[in-house]
């Protein structure tokens, strides 16, 4: 019974700092991303997409957020 509570505490122990720090780590990355990031457009809509949105099935034309953005196009909502 004792072994098991120190097992869990080990557990816990090991996984709340990793959590926190993926947690911290996802925030610097989108952080310097934002600067130039890589999104796409399609020919027909007026919103811009990340990567894998089901919206550039049809058609997908890489570009930079920066860029989208200049040409009047806002950011997708999915
Ligand atoms: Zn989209």
């Known amino acids: 019974m004792r ?3 120190v097992y869990l ?3 816990l122990g090991f996984l ?3 959590a926190s ?3 911290g ?3 610097t990355y989108t952080a310097t991303k934002q600067k ?3 999104v796409y457009i ?4 007026e919103k811009y997409h990340k990567e894998g949105c089901q919206y550039l099935k049809k058609s997908q034309i890489k570009t930079t957020k920066k860029e989208a953005v200049k040409n ?3 950011a997708c909502k999915l």
């Open 72 to 74: 009047g196009y806002g």
């Open 16 to 18: 709340m700092p990793m």
């Open 25 to 27: 780590r996802e925030v």
């Open 36 to 38: 130039d990031a890589v």
């Open 21 to 23: 720090n993926v947690q």
């Open 42 to 45: 399609t020919k027909t809509g």
């Open 3 to 5: 072994k098991r509570i």
């Open 9 to 11: 505490f080990l557990v």
